[in-house]
């Protein structure tokens, strides 16, 4: 026994473990990706590149190019059984260094001479030369970060209006994204497949549209900002941590009120410090908050203006150390504030006229020297903050419809990128135009939409992808382009990531339960249509109003019965009762009673008969009044 379970053992050591288990059908990389590919993609790839694509190798490139040896034999003459003798250059080497080889020969180098024939596999990487390779990687890998990843896209669909905020985690791994529709949507790339749902729907304040969003540093919280004029803090998971306080619309100084008194139209965390937001509103002021403190603000800023009055501040942002605050006033001037002990409301930068709309979006650079606006003027606007008078270059003809198009920067901030508005009568539909920082140049234009304008825009750095919010007023939509070949997770793991499929275990029925004799509470409700409609022709159980009479009525009464009493009415019905005052003339009817009155007195004729004087009626001498 012990013998044949060596050899059982022996035998069992020639396969693999997964031998005999049956694995599972797995759709390749190359047939996901190319069913989200652009139809119209701007980036031309090279047959290296293809040949590098089709031919992913599942096994080592040194047996790769073993098994095309086999496929392919040099010699005609006979086939070779087994695999191929080591080449004599492996002789040379064995008997010049005197080393015993281990292991498999190492693969023959590629010949002049078979420099057009067919590579299989991957190329070999390049010998190692020191130094020079890190130059070249380094320079590579700028290359990378200079392309732009718009090969493929995706769409992270839900909202049914605008998506006017947009909003990525600086792992990469959630984003958010905030509509006109009043709600803001959560993805999670790490849990989503490929049907691209979001995992959690909110609505921060109802009837009020979302207007922007933003991360913590540490990503742990993010901040809302809607047409309210309270801001609100969710945790990473979408619930609710605290509202900020609303400001008594009564006090007319702004510095005197606990908070903003009119809508909110931006937002932004602070890029270091994880307790501090800004916020701007339409009753023209900055906020500066406490994530702690809900109760009140820490400082308020008043921006100048040419008149005394309100005007709103559109737009905010911070630097990239967030010792600065830019703010884009209605009147289309750019006032920027450096925080320094002891400063207040007076701007260290105030240009009057930056632009001639409203500004929607304003940007720093890394190194302070840049900054980017956005304006419903429909240009692009490039300042150098040390020489403010005048903007550096001005781009024209971008159409912007929406308060929230904003402008964002490459990881490398090489480039900057921002949308476009469609307009009724154009027919490029909604764009993404990216311009070079030196040259200050147009570099390329992506459609992201034909019929929906592209509001909010983002370049991430570490997945190198591209999000840009687009829609119009019947549908909304995050659109996120990228290439496999230079971006990292992000789209690629949703998109690789087939949905569940449903098995006959997963088929569940609605339990109906019977229960007849059950307490009122719980017992199930007959259909009430008939008796509601009983109620309602009766005039009581209905509480029906009593209809205003009209017509002739009798004794003062107006009414159709002529009475107010059954016997009075069946009596009139009958003829028992004879109604002839409205026959009779009202002065014969006063003089029956004449004589009535003179023989049998009752209250106050007695008391005056011997002194009053006999009444004398006047008779009539017309004949018609005697007719």
Partial sequence: MEDEAEIYDGIRAQFPLTFGKQA???TPLEKIHSATRRSDPLTTTTAATDNEKNNLPSISSSSKEWLGTLRNPKSSDAAPIGPPPPPPRHQELKAD???????????????EDDADSVIIGPPRPPAESGDDDDDVDEEEGEENWRQIPMSNEIVLKGHTKIVSALAVDHSGSRVLSGSYDYTVRMYDFQGMNSRLQSFRQLEPAEGHQVRNMSWSPTSDRFLCVTGSAQAKIYDRDGLTLGEFVKGDMYIRDLKNTKGHICGLTCGEWHPKTKETILTSSEDGSLRIWDVNEFKSQKQVIKPKLARPGRVAVTTCAWDCDGKCIAGGIGDGSIQVWNLKPGWGSRPDIHVEKGHSDDITALKFSSDGRIL??????????????RKMKEPLKVFEDLPNNYAQTNVAFSPDEQLFLTGTSVERESTTGGLLCFYDREKLELVSRVGISPACSVVQCAWHPKLNQIFATAGDKSQGGTHILYDPRLSERGALVCVARAPRKKSVDDFEVAPVIHNPHALPLFRDQPSRKRQREKILKDPIKSH????????PGHGGRVGASKGSLLTQYLLKQGGMIKETWMEEDPREAILKYADVAAKDPKYIAPAYAQTQPAPVFQESDSEDEEK
């Fill in 544 to 551: 029906k109003p009593e209809v205003p009479v009209t017509g």
């Fill in 24 to 26: 599972k059908s797995q």
């Fill in 372 to 385: 980017l606006s956005r304006s419903f003027d429909g240009s692009l606007k490039v300042w150098d903050l």
């Fill in 97 to 111: 260094d005197g080393d015993v080889m281990i292991g498999p020969p190492r693969p023959p180098q590629q010949q």
